[in-house]
């Protein structure tokens, strides 16, 4: 099977599963190059309410193929492909969320990095591991890292490229949760009907504010005056049924 990133739409959940079995899912440079295509595709989508990035099989992500980023393309740097990829998913306008197996490294670890929130699977191991290649790991994935690990994590995930286990990443905080064997794919499932089952606009809005952004406080307040949202939100929870929620975050 060729190395490819597959896709799925069910129930307002896009799932997008990076496949290359034969080299652990180690991410070659066509797939780097596909995802921004891709995620653009999946926000355009009003169906999609939340995206899970996964990893085909018992593993996330070894990685970049390395082979494959000897020669990425003309005019093209390896390490650029992978920080657009990794742009272009922090950037995604509604939550996303890491599903991890197994070997979660590298340019996998980037990319769950990325994600909004990240699960875990018991047994999974975690690494960034430029300090093996003699590589400068980007500004931004960085900083990234250093928001939400801390800076002294940070620099020992950085400074030693050693690889560290579930239970250190939730100690940490570079995982939201770890599941027993066998449980990852069930728990995914509720907490994606959670989120989908909620409101757009409080969840755009909110990561939008915790990320950074501190110019658009008059934008959102704007959004939820004429959404509907918070009427339908009080109306349902006075009648005691689920909300209905009418804004998306197309506008």
Request: aromatic share 6%; charged share 20%.
């Amino acid at each position: 099977m060729e190395p490819q990133l597959e896709h799925t739409v069910a129930d307002g959940v896009a799932t997008v599963v990076i496949s290359n079995p034969a080299k652990r899912n180690a991410m070659t440079a066509g797939m780097w190059r596909a995802l921004p295509p891709l995620l653009d595709e999946l926000a355009a989508d009003p169906e999609v309410r939340a995206l899970v990035l996964t990893g085909a099989g018992p593993t996330f992500c070894a990685g970049a193929d390395i082979s494959s980023l000897r020669a990425p393309g003309p005019g093209e740097d390896p390490q650029s492909l992978a920080v657009a990829a990794e742009e272009a998913l922090a950037a995604f306008p509604k939550p996303t969320l890491a599903a991890v197996r197994g070997y979660c490294v590298g340019g996998g670890c980037q990319l769950a990095a990325a994600c909004d929130l990240r699960f875990a699977e018991e047994g999974a191991s975690f690494g960034i591991t430029p300090a093996k290649l003699g590589i400068v790991y980007a500004s931004s994935s960085t900083r990234r890292l250093a928001a939400l690990v801390g800076p002294s994590t940070a620099k020992y995930l950085l400074f030693s490229a050693e690889l560290i286990d579930s239970a250190r990443a939730l100690r940490t905080g570079l995982v939201d949760e770890v599941l027993p064997a066998g449980e990852l794919d069930k728990r995914v499932a509720e907490f994606t009907r959670v989120l989908a089952a909620r409101s757009q606009l409080t969840q755009a809005a909110a990561k939008e504010f915790a990320n950074g952004r501190t110019d658009r406080d008059a934008y959102w307040q704007e959004q939820a005056r004429g959404s509907g949202d918070t009427a339908e939100g009080v109306a349902a929870f006075l009648e005691r049924r689920a909300p209905r929620f009418t804004w998306t975050a197309s506008g």
